[in-house]
């Protein structure tokens, strides 16, 4: 449910797609698994959610950090702001979650003139909206939040959050 209302407010986050994971295939794997709090739980064999990737791995690296003095550089950074609104709106228990590739920027925004390479952050972890398995809206200040400030720094008032304005278009998805 989150996937189609991140397309929708056009806000960047990988497209969903649904995985059959074999029993050979954890086999010849055998080191994948979950995070679950302190703890790492087994992929059982079956049908999965999982997020595509937004490339070629082996010609595309996906970063779940880049430090701040990159991330100020973030072509989509304005819509952290976004997702902080939709999270809230949401009721998302979690602290938000980002990856970050770095790509031809005419490649995943409305800006196709602008052909250069830049960083860019997908939105990911949308598990606890609705407050994940209880559908509920518990209320931390916490909840949704990015753990870097930086992605924050442009928000000075509720005047920042005006209808429409939260995120910048992604064109399309891969």
């Given amino acids: 449910m989150a996937s189609v209302l991140l397309?929708?407010?056009?806000?960047?986050?990988?497209e969903v797609a649904i995985v059959s994971v074999s029993s050979d295939f954890l086999a010849a794997n055998p080191d994948l698994s979950m995070q679950l709090g302190s703890h790492r739980v087994p992929i059982e064999p079956g049908w999965h959610f999982g997020s595509r990737y937004p490339g070629d791995p082996d010609q595309l690296a996906v970063y779940d950090f880049i430090p701040d003095a990159l991330l100020g550089q973030v072509v989509n950074l304005r819509e952290f702001v976004g997702m902080l609104a939709f999270d809230k709106w949401t009721g998302n228990a979690d602290g938000r979650q980002a990856v970050f590739f770095r790509?031809?920027?005419?490649?995943?925004?409305?800006?196709?003139t602008a052909t250069r390479p830049g960083f860019l952050a997908w939105m990911i972890d949308h598990g606890f909206v609705?407050?994940?398995p209880y559908w509920d809206y518990p209320d931390s200040p916490l909840y949704g939040i990015y753990h870097r400030p930086l992605v924050y720094e442009m928000i000075r008032s509720l005047d920042d959050f005006p209808p429409g304005s939260i995120a910048s278009p992604t064109s399309r998805s891969r």
């Fill in 130 to 132: 609705f407050n994940g």
């Fill in 103 to 112: 790509s031809r920027i005419s490649e995943w925004t409305a800006a196709r």
């Fill in 7 to 14: 397309r929708y407010l056009q806000i960047a986050a990988p």
